[in-house]
């Protein structure tokens, strides 16, 4: 049973880091793709960053060169270091992974589709709170 558990948020001041952390069990964790999410009241939940297998990494555009996904398979473990922190960062971040799969010889999970929220993810963790506030 795949499971997930997200570790590392907090409070943050404008301008400042923290890292997430995501550990995984349950499964080969070298196999699958990982995406973080995140989901602020009263918005819709948004792709931040995500990995994959071969370590390819996607970035939602806001976070461009602030934030870095990055994957520890012998630790079984998912970052997401956040930098340069905005009061917009605040959210409930969560973590999601998903075997990878092909489809025509081609990754499932790709540029194209880690964000949509019409691909399905095989698990997902209860998230950590990060807010970002002076």
């Known amino acids: 049973q795949v499971q997930l558990v997200e570790s590392g948020g907090g409070l943050a001041q404008p301008g400042g880091s923290l890292r997430l952390s995501c550990t995984g069990s349950?499964?080969?964790?070298?196999?699958?793709?990982f995406t973080w999410f995140r989901q602020a009241p009263g918005k819709e939940r948004e792709g931040v960053a995500c990995?994959?297998?071969?370590?390819?990494?996607y970035y939602e555009d806001s976070v461009k060169g602030r934030f870095t996904i990055s994957r520890d398979n012998r630790r079984k473990i998912v970052y997401l270091q956040m930098n340069g922190l905005k009061p917009d960062d605040t959210a409930l971040y969560f973590c999601?992974?998903?075997?990878?799969?092909?489809?025509?010889?081609?990754?499932?999970?790709?540029?194209?589709?880690?964000?949509?929220?019409?691909?399905?993810?095989?698990?997902w963790g209860q998230g950590t709170q990060v807010t970002v506030s002076s």
């Open positions: 990995i994959t297998n071969n370590h390819e990494t």
């Open positions: 349950g499964f080969t964790f070298e196999y699958y793709a």
């Open positions: 999601a992974a998903d075997r990878v799969k092909y489809t025509y010889g081609s990754p499932t999970l790709n540029e194209a589709t880690w964000s949509s929220p019409n691909y399905e993810y095989e698990a």
